[in-house]
T-cell receptor, first 110, second 113 residues
Framework: KNEVEQSPQNLTAQEGEFITINCSYS?????LHWLQQHPGGGIVSLFM???GKKKHGRLIATINIQEKHSSLHITASHPRDSAVYICAVRSYFGNEKLTFGTGTRLTIIP | DTAVSQTPKYLVTQMGNDKSIKCEQN?????MYWYKQDSKKFLKIMFSYNNKELIINETVPNRFSPKSPDKAHLNLHINSLELGDSAVYFCASSQRFDGGKLFFGSGTQLSVL
């Protein structure tokens, strides 16, 4: 079992819908990252958070440390949001390496 | 100006060859990384350097040798390439080793024939 699990693996939605992508992890962490990988392959860091909630434009990321769970929300989704969204956690113990989830492929239909 | 640049973008080569991928960051970050993304799009850390010092060396064959001549550069040299080395390799950097947002290069798609 992967230390970082994402759900759903694939998500197709209509333009304008509210999107939620979930990430659960099993280790103690110092930080959690949400990344976006465009269809062209480039990876962009969306958020890094260790508690609470962060917002950037139409994107909101939340984390619950006690429940070892994070969510990424997209409001008023748009076809340009179509991408793979990847959750990654930085372990609290050990060598601080990042462990990645398997990604959620999001497709927004116009 | 690209923050993290890696070259080449595509690399097609024969089994047994030796190849290098170069990475440079102009962000003034202390820490640089190499990640491998397999055919199922799963990302995995290979190496991490902090101020030119190797910090993380995951279970990677010793045919892979990173080199950091200064903290702005982290190159990856691969000897005796094998079919299983085919993947996309991403370079990344962060301000410090124990945290900070990640900035990724555009990736190098390596195909070993």
């Amino acid at each position: 079992k992967n230390e970082v699990e994402q759900s759903p693996q694939n998500l197709t939605a209509q333009e304008g819908e509210f999107i939620t992508i979930n990430c659960s992890y099993s280790v103690g962490i110092s930080a959690l990252h949400w990344l976006q990988q465009h269809p062209g392959g480039g990876i962009v860091s969306l958020f890094m958070l260790s508690s609470g909630k962060k917002k950037h434009g139409r994107l909101i990321a939340t984390i619950n440390i006690q429940e070892k769970h994070s969510s990424l929300h997209i409001t008023a989704s748009h076809p340009r949001d179509s991408a793979v969204y990847i959750c990654a956690v930085r372990s609290y113990f050990g060598n601080e390496k990042l462990t990645f989830g398997t990604g959620t492929r999001l497709t927004i239909i116009p | 100006d690209t923050a993290v640049s890696q070259t080449p973008k595509y690399l097609v080569t024969q089994m047994g060859n030796d190849k290098s991928i170069k990475c440079e960051q102009n962000l003034g970050h202390d820490t640089m990384y190499w990640y491998k993304q397999d055919s199922k799009k799963f990302l995995k850390i290979m190496f991490s350097y902090n101020n030119k010092e190797l910090i993380i060396n995951e279970t990677v064959p010793n045919r892979f040798s990173p080199k950091s001549p200064d903290k702005a550069h982290l190159n990856l040299h691969i000897n005796s390439l094998e079919l299983g080395d085919s993947a996309v390799y991403f370079c990344a950097s962060s301000q410090r080793f124990d945290g900070g947002k990640l900035f990724f290069g555009s990736g190098t798609q390596l195909s070993v024939l």
